[in-house]
């Protein structure tokens, strides 16, 4: 009988959930693999969504939950939430033992989570590696993450390129593709009125999808780019808009306050929700014109959608884009004119003929396979690949 392998995924927020969902699914239906999910940071915080019953819809009824400190509106707050984070981790990854743990993207609670399961001697394996995004200290953490793993698994074959030169083995790196690609395309369709009804409002098609972040390596407050955002948006006032929370990265209570201050004086044209969840996310870039902000959705999935996106500042910049993402600088003038772009049917063509440069038809077979099969005895040690 074959071995089973215990297969911990470790989810901080309603978007990495998103991703790992069908990853988790996956795996979870393989008789050679079980599956611990373990839960952290915004999964467990009211105020953003109570994501976890998110995680337990999709069939995880006994998720791992690690609470850490809520704050994260300063850069202190921030590491004490992480100190929380690591201790929590380490304990459970302790407690479970795992054969893997599977890790996805750049945030802080992640970097706590990878420095646990090194120190605790659980081999990591890291989706979403190779990429920059300049303008925020996730680009840091991504890269640490990176040599902290023993298993890589990245969105195009520049990105997995770039893990090799970083000093990674290449056969330990593999170019799947995009997942957030794959479950863009493979996610349930609710129709418009399904949407509308949950929301409670409603979206004519040329409304916008507007998500903006702190771009934490930028000089200038959040709130300052936040209300440039809002004033441009106010340039089209035949748009209605639906807003999503930022992730709660430092600072990001400005946005949420001036995002929530903004749509109560706008009620007929503004809606805001914390988190829209996968299912809804993807209905509702069925339903709108274009997407708005800086999210790294916004460059990797949305093309697959054939809507185009306007990316504003430096908090994507250096990520591989498709001829659909329209980047913008950082004030309401610009922002604006990208969206004015955006809008016209030139580049909605464009956006309907245009690959996706994150796209595979094959992104979640290879994700799980290399999970589930990838030899254990092969990711206890590392050396460094010289070029």
Not at 17 to 43: E, F, K, Q, Y
Not at 341 to 348: F, G, I, K
Request: one cysteine or more.
């Amino acid at each position: 009988m074959p071995s089973v392998r215990t297969i911990a995924i470790a989810t901080g927020t309603r978007a990495d959930w998103g991703l790992l969902s069908p990853i988790a699914r996956s795996l979870a239906a393989r008789p050679d693999c079980r599956v611990a999910v373990l839960a952290t940071n915004m999964h467990l915080l009211p105020q953003y969504g109570a994501t976890l019953s998110e995680i337990q819809a999709d069939g995880f009824g006994d998720v791992v939950t690690v609470p850490m400190p809520p704050s994260t509106d300063t850069p202190l707050a921030t590491v004490d939430a992480m100190a929380g984070c690591m201790q929590g981790m380490a304990r459970e990854l302790s407690r479970l033992a795992p054969d893997l743990i599977v890790i996805l993207g750049d945030r802080f609670e992640m970097l706590a989570t990878a420095t646990a399961a090194l120190i605790t001697g659980v081999p990591v394996v890291h989706i979403a590696g190779g990429e920059i995004s300049e303008g925020a200290i996730d680009d840091s953490i991504r890269h640490a993450i990176t040599k902290m793993s023993a298993l890589h698994l990245t969105a195009t074959e520049p990105y997995r390129r770039r893990v090799i030169a970083m000093g990674e083995e290449p056969e330990r790196v593999i170019n799947t593709g995009a997942i957030g690609v794959w479950n863009m395309l493979n996610t349930p369709r609710l129709s418009r009125a399904e949407l509308e009804r949950s929301i409670d409002f409603s979206l004519p098609p040329e409304s916008l999808l507007v998500t903006f972040h702190p771009a934490t390596l930028d000089p200038i407050a959040p709130a300052i780019r936040c209300d440039a955002l809002l004033e441009a948006l106010d340039r089209f006032p035949d748009h209605r808009l639906l807003i999503t929370y930022p992730n709660n990265d430092a600072r990001g209570r400005e946005i949420i306050d001036r995002i929530e201050r903004y749509a109560a004086a706008r009620p007929a044209r503004v809606k805001v929700i914390p988190s829209l969840g996968r299912v809804r996310y993807v209905a509702a870039l069925t339903c709108v014109a274009a997407v708005v902000g800086n999210s790294s959705s916004g460059i990797v999935e949305v093309p697959s959608m054939a809507i185009p996106t306007v990316d504003i500042g430096i908090r994507q910049r250096g990520r591989i884009a498709g001829p659909s993402v329209i980047h913008s600088g950082d004030s309401a003038s610009e922002i604006a004119e990208a969206i004015e772009r955006a809008l016209s049917p030139e580049m909605r063509l464009l956006a309907r003929s245009e690959p996706n440069p994150y796209a595979r038809p094959d992104t979640l077979r290879l994700i799980s396979d290399a999970i589930a099969l990838t030899p254990l005895s092969t990711l206890k040690s590392k050396k460094f690949h010289d070029l």
